[in-house]
């Protein structure tokens, strides 16, 4: 699902969680199609989506690709209170990754990076949250590209 407007854009990306979901890592969160997870991949909160930013609309790529632009995430589990994750877009964001959607506390970007100078990254996900997505729940992600 996508809603878009001219001063925002929704993306909304479904995935599942995996037993190896430990999201410690202090700089980054990932979501990603791949059906798979070792316990190496700390920053992943979600397996099995159903988007990369490769399938975004064209219309929240703009925006995020805006230096003034903000992308507000927010992550929930069904049952669970929502945790939310603030970042700002830049020009320098391509939104080609056809796996991966990352967002970054740092201003570091690849192919796959959703947004960067994040609040927060996979370590300051509400626990509960990531708890459930071990134990193998679905989670959404809405994604909010807002232009300023």
């Not at 219309?59 to 632009?69: G, L, P, W």
């Not at 796996?99 to 201003?107: A, E, F, T």
């Amino acid at each position: 699902m996508s809603l878009c407007n001219s001063w925002y854009c929704i993306e909304v990306v479904h995935f599942k969680g995996h037993r190896n979901i430990r999201a410690l890592h202090r700089t980054t969160l990932e979501i990603t199609k791949d059906g798979y997870l070792t316990p190496r991949g700390d920053c992943i909160i979600g397996i099995m989506a159903d988007k990369s930013l490769m399938d975004f609309k064209p219309s929240f790529k703009r925006i995020a690709q805006c230096n003034s632009s903000l992308i507000v995430t927010i992550i929930a589990v069904r049952g669970l209170e929502p945790d939310i994750v603030i970042s700002k877009g830049s020009q320098e964001l391509s939104y080609t990754d056809s796996r991966r959607i990352i967002i970054r506390k740092s201003s570091y970007v690849t192919p796959n990076t959703a947004g960067i100078k994040a609040n927060k990254a996979a370590i300051d996900i509400k626990r509960d949250i990531i708890n459930a997505l071990r134990e193998g729940a679905e989670g959404i992600a809405i994604f909010i590209a807002l232009r300023s």
